[in-house]
């Protein structure tokens, strides 16, 4: 078995349920007592989102790339980021580290066109609903199309992940203006709807959505448990 190099606090609130996740994967598929082999690298949340807000992006790239040299240090084989958001560092920790890392928007793409989809809602931080690095690999390498919600629904969401579900706050009423988001991305054409945060997937299940919901957490640690696996 490989050992799974997991960059989490970002947030902790979603990387315990990472620990959770890939350790329950491999009882499944080995039985027993038997759990995975890995090493957390938690983050101080608090100064790399500070960063984040001031766009300082560089110095945000150096703590997860410090993080993830830290894993490889202490036996990683292979490295996953417990956070859609930080993967706009994903390529600086493979050339920095020369280590194998599973993107979560790859894991979150082969589920997508499994059943036979190509055009899919997206939420998540602003970063990752505005910026290019996770939209275009989705449209770029695998062929999905992209609709993200409108300035002030991003703005909203954007809120709400950070002041809310990072903290451990899980509201119903903005579970029910999650839902209204997604409830319109479906009516211009999307196909399911990719919760491109692993926080939201604390407050939003595929019960509260009437299509194809794909929780980006649950596919990424699935993928690092049959990669860890192989």
Same mark, same amino acid.
């Given at each position: 078995?490989?050992?799974?190099?997991?960059?989490?606090?970002?947030?902790?609130?979603?990387?315990?349920? @990472? @620990?959770?996740?890939?350790?329950?994967? %491999?009882?499944?598929?080995?039985?027993?007592?038997?759990?995975?082999?890995?090493?957390?690298?938690? !983050?101080? &949340? #608090?100064? !790399?989102?500070?960063? =984040?807000?001031?766009?300082?992006?560089? +110095? %945000?790239?150096?703590?997860?790339? $410090?993080?993830?040299?830290?894993?490889?240090?202490?036996?990683?084989?292979?490295?996953?980021?417990?956070?859609?958001?930080?993967?706009?560092?994903? $390529?600086?920790?493979?050339?920095?580290? #020369?280590?194998? *890392?599973?993107?979560?928007?790859?894991?979150?793409? +082969?589920?997508?066109?499994?059943?036979?989809?190509?055009?899919? #809602? /997206? /939420?998540?931080?602003?970063?990752? =609903?505005?910026?290019? &690095? @996770?939209?275009?690999?989705?449209?770029?390498?695998?062929?999905?199309?992209?609709?993200?919600?409108?300035?002030?629904?991003?703005? /909203?969401?954007?809120?709400?992940?950070?002041?809310?579900?990072?903290?451990?706050?899980?509201?119903?009423?903005?579970?029910? +203006?999650?839902?209204?988001?997604?409830?319109?991305?479906?009516? *211009?054409?999307?196909?399911?709807? !990719? /919760?491109?945060?692993?926080?939201?997937?604390?407050?939003?299940?595929?019960?509260? %959505?009437?299509?194809?919901? &794909?929780?980006? =957490?649950?596919?990424?640690?699935?993928?690092?448990?049959?990669?860890? *696996?192989?």
């Amino acid at each position: 078995m490989k050992t799974i190099g997991l960059i989490g606090g970002v947030s902790w609130e979603s990387s315990v349920e @990472y @620990y959770r996740l890939v350790n329950e994967g %491999v009882k499944q598929k080995l039985g027993g007592l038997h759990s995975a082999r890995c090493l957390m690298y938690s !983050v101080d &949340f #608090g100064t !790399v989102e500070e960063f =984040m807000r001031q766009g300082n992006w560089q +110095q %945000v790239t150096r703590e997860i790339v $410090d993080a993830a040299l830290r894993l490889k240090q202490g036996g990683a084989d292979f490295i996953i980021i417990c956070s859609n958001t930080i993967h706009k560092c994903a $390529d600086s920790i493979i050339e920095q580290t #020369g280590m194998p *890392l599973l993107h979560i928007a790859d894991a979150a793409a +082969q589920q997508i066109k499994e059943q036979g989809l190509q055009k899919v #809602g /997206l /939420l998540g931080t602003k970063f990752v =609903m505005e910026g290019d &690095f @996770y939209r275009n690999r989705l449209k770029e390498k695998h062929g999905i199309e992209v609709i993200i919600p409108e300035t002030n629904e991003r703005e /909203l969401i954007n809120t709400i992940i950070f002041q809310e579900l990072c903290m451990g706050v899980l509201n119903s009423k903005s579970k029910e +203006q999650l839902q209204k988001i997604i409830n319109k991305l479906l009516l *211009l054409g999307a196909e399911g709807v !990719v /919760l491109g945060c692993t926080e939201i997937p604390l407050l939003i299940k595929q019960a509260d %959505v009437d299509a194809p919901v &794909f929780d980006t =957490m649950t596919l990424h640690a699935a993928a690092a448990v049959k990669y860890a *696996l192989e």
